[in-house]
């Protein structure tokens, strides 16, 4: 088996963590308590326990936490060999962008509504613990994007984003109108409400609210989706994930560029939001039995059948 590394990307099995970050959703005494009850547990299996700086100034306010060693994300990023995550997809999200240049897995507990990416509900939360102790979860690598935002040729901003990057007309309610470039090829000039870039990750997310499609997390691709369109033939579509794409603002009064939904960055006619995978990758455990469709017939609620009479 081989053992958590920041430099072994890909990884198929892994050797029983040592050390152990837990971050957390601020603001929730639910969250606190049961962050609390982790670390103790952890520790009483002789894990090292660090907790997230933020989450412990938030937390700790709610519960002792003065017995853990706190640090900040680059911290964990250095010694951690992985992190649990409490909270819903919002935080895992999170995590995931400020630790995907340090080769953290990730783990999800899920203490808010759907909860795509947080596999163990609230009341298993240390029944399982036991099973990613001893080495028994599933590590699955997830694909970031990589962005780029230029004015006049230069870069103003860049960042990663596990779910999606969406271009919008922001607060103003005009259309946006930008042209659509892949691998340096004009596809086509789009006027909408915006265009959704995202990774098979963030297909069950924004995407799917808007029409996209649903893809597995295994596959290698990314998924173009218009908002709104002024031609109802601007459909999404797929492409491969080794393309550059690039999205030329050519008419709006308000345009904005969002990373994962929680950071957003105004912009300007003229401006260029540039995108590609990333070089760096996610990697989720899972426990034992995790399966995508069976995560996706409860979330989404397939196998339910109709109310009534």
């Known amino acids: 088996m081989q053992e958590f590394s920041p430099m072994n990307r890909g990884f198929t099995s892994y050797r029983s ?15 606190a308590e049961s962050l609390r009850r982790l670390a103790e547990y952890l520790y009483e299996r002789g894990a090292s326990v660090f907790i997230e700086r ?7 306010k709610k519960v002792d936490l003065s017995r853990w060693v706190t640090c900040g994300f680059n911290d964990i990023g250095a010694h951690a060999d992985l992190a649990i ?13 400020r630790l995907a240049r340090y080769c ?4 999800g507990v899920n203490q808010g509504r759907l909860g795509f990416m947080t596999d163990i509900a609230r009341d298993d939360m240390l029944t399982c613990m036991d099973d990613l102790l001893d080495g028994r979860f599933a590590p699955e690598n997830r694909m970031l994007l990589a962005a780029e935002v230029t004015r006049d040729g230069k870069e103003i901003a860049s960042n990663m984003a596990l779910n999606d990057v969406v271009v919008d007309k922001g607060a103003i309610g005009r259309m946006i109108e930008f042209e659509l470039f892949i691998d340096g090829e004009f596809i086509y000039n789009l006027r909408s409400d915006g265009l959704i870039v995202s990774t098979p990750t963030g297909s069950t997310a924004y ?3 808007a029409g996209g499609p ?3 997390p295994t596959l290698t691709g990314i998924a173009l989706v218009p908002l709104c369109p002024h031609a109802l033939t601007n459909r999404p579509i797929i492409v491969n994930d080794n393309t550059d794409i690039e999205l030329r603002i050519a008419n709006a009064d308000d345009p904005r560029v969002h990373f994962d939904g929680q950071v957003t960055l105004d912009l300007l006619p003229g401006d260029s939001v540039r995108l590609r995978r990333s070089e760096h990758t996610i990697c989720f455990l899972h426990p034992p039995g995790y399966s995508y469709f069976a995560m996706l017939r409860q979330k989404l609620q397939w196998s339910e059948r109709p109310k009534g009479p």
């Open 17 to 31: 963590p040592r050390t152990i970050a837990l971050v957390g959703k601020y603001h929730s005494q639910e969250i």
């Open 54 to 60: 933020e989450t412990a100034e938030n937390i700790g």
């Open 85 to 97: 995550v409490l909270g819903g997809d919002g935080t895992m999200l999170n995590a995931a962008r």
């Open 104 to 107: 953290v897995p990730l783990v």
């Open 207 to 209: 995407s799917m609210s």
């Open 214 to 216: 649903i893809l597995n």
